[in-house]
């Protein structure tokens, strides 16, 4: 069942600026994933987070997360064109599957 | 290189002609799954697989059967297609998500299937 719920829907910036989605979940999860899917092709992980941390970073990628508020951010440094893509959180919890948002599309201009 | 391979990529077929969706990993993963990709719905989990074997129903198990006869391969069965399976559908693998929580998931290129 779907859990994570990205926001916002879509954002549009242009090269060189800074990209942030936002993820909200409802219940207690076991880490938080991020990622990314190119038009049309399969989905690429970025990040993992684990729910006893609080941020990560991955290069251009800063991930934040607030068990307490049950929400997760991807930040996005120096946007590239190619970095235009849907970015998808997806959660995990003592279970088997990961539960995926609807994903938020990002259009980085040049 | 590690990877997931699905085929075929493209399909189009006609309601109710059974069909079969491969796929396979080369990265000894026990943990496979399948989802279904659908505009304004995400992602949703088809079934999932955590070794040889053992197989279980996702959030949207009607209408498909999988199998799980070998480590690496994971088919998606449709034995009858209608329409509103017209979808692209994703396999996945991953490490065994059991006890240590899920880990992350490689990702097939995708099959897009049309069913008229």
């Known amino acids: 069942s779907q859990q994570g719920e990205e926001d916002p829907q879509a954002l549009s910036i242009q090269e060189g600026e800074n990209a942030t989605m936002n993820c909200s979940y409802k219940t207690s999860i076991n880490n938080l994933q991020w990622y990314r899917q190119n038009s049309g092709r399969g989905l690429v992980h970025l990040i993992l987070i684990r729910s006893n941390e609080r941020e990560k970073h991955s290069g251009r990628l800063r991930v934040t997360l607030d068990t307490s508020k049950k929400s997760s951010s991807l930040l996005i440094t120096a946007s590239r064109a190619a970095d235009t893509a849907s970015y998808f959180c997806a959660t995990g919890n003592s279970g088997y599957a990961l539960n995926f948002g609807k994903g938020t599309s990002l259009l980085v201009t040049p | 290189e590690a990877q997931v391979t699905q085929n075929p990529r493209y399909l189009i077929t006609v309601t109710g002609k059974k069909l079969t969706v491969t796929c396979s990993q080369n990265m000894n993963h026990e943990y496979m799954s399948w989802y279904r990709q659908d505009p304004g719905l995400g992602l949703r989990q088809i079934y999932y697989?955590?070794?040889?074997?053992?197989?279980d129903k996702g959030d949207v198990p009607e209408g498909y059967k999988v199998s799980r006869k070998e480590k690496r391969n994971f088919p998606l069965i449709l034995e009858s297609p209608s329409p509103n399976q017209t979808s692209l559908y994703f396999c996945a693998s991953s490490l065994n998500p059991v006890g240590s929580g899920t880990y992350e998931q490689y990702f097939g290129p995708g099959t897009r299937l049309t069913v008229t």
């Open positions: 697989s955590m070794n040889v074997e053992v197989t």
